[in-house]
């Protein structure tokens, strides 16, 4: 299972337009991804209810998981993602 640690770039934390980033962002990825704060059970990552239930707070670690093909290349972008609070997936890491 391939999984990255991150912490939590939006200063809101995952709640309403990140969460909505995120989550389209994990469902362009074509690959299924978990996400967990650092304690607590992982969730879907393409699923805008489970992951605004997370109330991933602002700064606070979480983690990105998936055992599919092509897992390091979707953590890396969405990784990339969370801990710069981008607006976009980016094209490359």
Avoid: C, Y
């Amino acid at each position: 299972m391939a999984e990255r640690r991150v912490n939590i770039g939006w200063a809101e934390g995952l709640h309403a337009r990140p969460a909505s980033i995120f989550v389209r962002a994990a469902a362009a990825t074509g690959v299924p991804v978990t996400i967990a704060k650092a304690d607590g059970d992982p969730v879907n990552a393409a699923s805008m209810l489970a992951v605004l239930s997370l109330g991933a707070e602002g700064g606070q670690e979480v983690v990105l998981a998936s055992d599919a093909e092509g897992a390091d290349i979707a953590l890396d972008r969405l990784a990339k993602l969370v801990a710069e609070g981008l607006e976009e997936l980016p094209e490359t890491v």
